[in-house]
């Protein structure tokens, strides 16, 4: 392993891991739902949308840090095709963990229940519907609701697989390779 290692800055490596802890939280909290009981659903469905919410928040963040700093470059000893993999996994993330969230807050506010029900960032304020889907015909409102929620679920499994890939990707450099690949992130 090199002694010199180019990392990530603080800001970069902890939006990282609290984006990463809280999309995996969330995905447990989706495949557990009624694991918990019919009393206990719509708690954790709530919870879900804020982590879902500061996700994006946390997203946005991440992307405008990405934009005034420029992360390290990919080691030299990368072959071509790891550059060019590595590079659209992490578009592709990026993309994802901006779709996943909108998906749901579109599925969500094209809820039959949204007018009544109202939704709140962990208990601590409302946050808005997306007012123009809100708004629509119930029958349009219930097909995109559908929709959406076919879209988020579909997003979910692509998010997955991109998850497993890039830390497949990891830890083949660092274990495999003998590179020091998970420092350039690591806390």
Not at 54 to 77: F, K, N, Q, S
Not at 113 to 140: C, H, Q, S, T
């Amino acid at each position: 392993m090199s002694a010199i290692v180019a990392r990530y800055s603080r800001t970069a490596i902890v939006l990282h891991w609290v984006i990463a802890l809280l999309i995996v939280a969330n995905v447990a909290l989706g495949l557990l739902f009624e694991s918990f009981g019919e009393d206990n659903v719509r708690p954790l469905i709530d919870a879900h949308k804020s982590i879902g919410i500061t996700v994006l928040g946390l997203a946005i963040m991440r992307l405008l840090w990405r934009a005034t700093h420029v992360p390290p470059a990919l080691p030299d000893h990368y072959k071509p095709w790891e550059k060019l993999a590595a590079k659209a996994a992490h578009l592709f993330l990026y993309v994802l963990i901006f779709a996943m969230p909108i998906s749901g807050w579109l599925h969500d506010s094209a809820w039959k229940a949204a007018p009544e029900i109202k939704m709140y960032w962990f208990g601590l304020f409302e946050w808005p519907r997306i007012g123009w889907i809100m708004n629509m015909d119930p029958a349009v409102k219930e097909s995109l609701h559908g929709l959406f929620g076919e879209v988020h679920e579909s997003l979910a499994l692509v998010l997955y697989l991109l998850v497993f890939l890039h830390l497949a990707g990891a830890l083949k450099h660092q274990f495999i390779d003998k590179h020091a690949e998970l420092q350039r992130m690591w806390p």
